[in-house]
């Protein structure tokens, strides 16, 4: 089992910039690819970003390419997401996820452990 709490969510205006730390707890964290995913009311959850568990080979949706920036601190048992150049299209409800197989994935059905999510909010 592994527990994980997001934190760093907030009102930002666009333009600017949040970091959200994801603390994981439980099981060898430095196993697992961990991922984020967002969400807003009525629509599926979507995949932001994933990193292997070395933290050197990262993947990113395209609507955040470039803005977004996924880590890891595996001492720390805790992934980031920096988020630079926020848009209002950003506003969501973001989690932190970890996958127990190998390989990464879009599809939220493949993570196996969820935090409880942290609210973005970019207003124009």
């Known amino acids: 089992q592994v527990q994980l709490v997001e934190s760093g969510g907030g009102l930002v205006q666009a333009g600017g910039s949040l970091r959200l730390s994801c603390a994981a707890s439980?099981?060898?964290?430095?196993?697992?690819?961990l991922g984020w995913f967002r969400q807003v009311p009525g629509k599926e959850r979507e995949f932001v970003a994933a990193?292997?568990?070395?933290?050197?080979?990262?993947y990113y949706a395209d609507s955040v390419k470039g803005r977004f920036t996924i880590s890891r601190d595996n001492a720390k048992n805790t992934m980031y997401l920096q988020m630079n150049s926020l848009k209002p299209e950003d506003t969501a409800v973001y989690y932190c996820?970890?996958?127990?197989?190998?390989?990464?994935?879009?599809?939220?059905?493949?993570?196996?452990?969820w935090g409880q999510g942290t609210q973005v909010t970019v207003f124009s």
């Open positions: 996820a970890a996958k127990e197989t190998a390989g990464w994935s879009i599809d939220s059905s493949r993570y196996d452990y």
């Open positions: 439980g099981r060898s964290f430095s196993r697992n690819t």
């Open positions: 990193i292997y568990r070395s933290g050197t080979t990262t």
